[in-house]
């Protein structure tokens, strides 16, 4: 291919860890503020494959979008590590002329991290979790509670009758203390 390389491998490196750094952050967010697999997946799709590919320069130039959409770039961390590389790589430029694109990446890094991580810091992350692990506890006890009594029904041959309160969210199994369900 022969690719001519100027610059300096070492800053290549980091502005690529940089850069890897900030895309792992934007997902610790996207995952924060998604509520499954799923979304989180849809979500990362939207907010980093689309823009990155449209909006960073590297298909269609920042100069020939319109006007109202180039200050949408500023905010694509795409747009700053072409900027590296291009620079180092094309141009053998070094940290003097890249301070502004790695200050960029590296604001990008602390924005993304801290709004990923507030919702665990705040307690809505952990709330959550504990929500579903209370939940699949519950699960497990009703598995264990059902299993019970078709123990007991196959070992004294006698019928049990087994119910489910949805007001009071209890099931109730015959001759046991109800089973409150989250």
Known sequence: LRVPF????????????????????????IAAVTSSQRAAMIGAMAGTMLPNTLLSGMIFPIASLPDWLRPVTM????????VISRGIMLKGVGLSYLWQP????????VVLML??????????????FLDRARYHQTV???ASRLSQARALCV????????????????????????????
Do not use: N, T
Request: net charge positive.
């Open 6 to 29: 100027r610059g300096s491998i070492p800053l290549l490196l980091a502005a690529c860890v940089l850069y890897s750094m900030v895309g792992l952050a934007l997902g610790v967010l």
């Open 75 to 82: 905010v694509i961390p795409a747009r700053w590590f072409i």
């Open 102 to 109: 790695l200050v960029a990446l590296s604001v990008m890094l």
């Open 115 to 128: 709004a990923g991580l507030s919702p665990a810091l705040v307690g809505g992350g952990a709330q959550s």
């Open 140 to 142: 497990r006890d009703v």
């Open 155 to 182: 070992q004294q041959g006698k019928r049990i009758s087994v119910s489910y309160e949805p007001q009071a969210r209890q099931l109730l199994v015959q001759g046991q203390p109800p089973l409150v369900i989250p």
